[in-house]
């Protein structure tokens, strides 16, 4: 006796298309940086990977010319979340979905060798009898090997500090925040909700454990009463124990781009430093070798403020 429907809202402005996740809008003289390199489209393969968006490519996409104010300019959308979670749109999603592509030769070749004896991953998951959750699970995902239905070049080209800017704020969405996030669906079932909640929370820890062991998991870096300080985001989530963190400073010529490094100075506190100019803090922990974060601290007056963060790994 009930039926469901969606609703999409209109979109203000002049549509003008999608846009790639490779290249530039020759028609936008805003968009500079190819889409391949743009940040917060490599990094949201793992946005997309926590809530299973497998259909992430260009045709949900849109672009509309709108009014700013300083004249106009291009606003860019995400469309099309039907396929998210367990659905897929107007039907149960396929549980191949997230596990691997529409179709890759390398896929096709170990199901044709094997005579389809060779059992992929994602055909080990088990999902629950709940017709509001389709199929949508947590214990065999793996945020490292979750691929959309189409490659998507962006995600192909993340690097694992994009990983970590989209995961600390994955990680920032606490169980209390998912379940009222899953609450406002308003599903019939509360086994449904109960199912996706769990997911999601199990998903979201999966996704920052597997992106703070490739960068040292340090954010907030700021100078307060004359040291530098910083969170390790692993361990104030949870998400593992804080890390032993070595420090050494330079004195840093930004002009020139060259670090002079200071005998001595091995604390968070900032070294002595007579007229305005920047140090450099590298930071890194014998638990993780080859990672370091470079952070850059300007001295103007008696402000010194943090303008920098590199990390390496």
């Known amino acids: 006796g009930l039926y469901r429907a969606t609703a999409s809202m209109s979109l203000p402005g002049k549509t003008i298309g999608p846009y790639r ?56 959308y995400q469309l099309d979340f039907g396929s998210t979670l367990g659905s897929g749109s107007d039907k149960v999603n396929s549980p191949r979905s997230g596990g691997e592509y529409l179709f890759a030769w390398k896929q096709a070749a170990v199901q044709l060798f094997t005579l389809g004896l060779a059992v992929p991953r994602w055909a080990r998951a088990s ?36 990983e970590f800017w989209m ?85 840093f010529d930004n002009e020139r781009e060259t670090g002079a490094p200071i005998p001595g100075e091995n604390t968070p506190r900032l070294p002595r430093m007579d007229r305005d100019g920047y140090w450099l803090a590298t930071l890194d922990s014998p638990a993780r070798p080859g990672q370091s974060i470079r952070v850059y601290v300007r001295k103007r007056g008696n402000l010194p403020r943090v303008v920098g963060i590199e990390y390496d790994w």
Not at 152 to 157: E, G, M
């Open 127 to 162: 999902f629950p009898d709940l017709k509001a959750v389709g199929r949508f699970e947590s214990a065999m995902f793996d945020p490292e090997g979750w691929v959309p239905e189409y490659p998507n070049p962006a995600f192909l080209n993340r690097l694992p500090d994009d």
């Open 21 to 76: 996740y490779y290249g530039t809008r020759k028609d936008d003289p805003n968009d500079t940086v190819p889409h391949e390199h743009r940040r917060d489209l490599r990094a949201m393969h793992l946005a997309c990977a926590l809530v299973n968006h497998d259909d992430s490519r260009s045709i949900n996409t849109v672009d509309a010319v709108v009014d700013g104010p300083s004249g106009k300019y291009v606003k860019h």
């Open 167 to 251: 995961a600390k704020q994955i990680v920032h969405l606490r169980d209390d925040d998912i379940r009222a996030i899953v609450q406002s669906a308003e599903y019939g079932d509360p086994r449904a909700s109960e199912w996706v909640t769990r997911c999601l929370i199990e998903r979201r820890d999966k996704i920052g454990r597997a992106a703070f062991r490739k960068v040292l998991p340090l954010d907030r870096f700021e100078v307060n009463g004359g040291r530098l300080e910083w969170t390790d985001v692993a361990a104030a989530c949870g998400l593992g124990r804080a890390l032993e963190i070595g420090i050494r400073w330079s004195l």
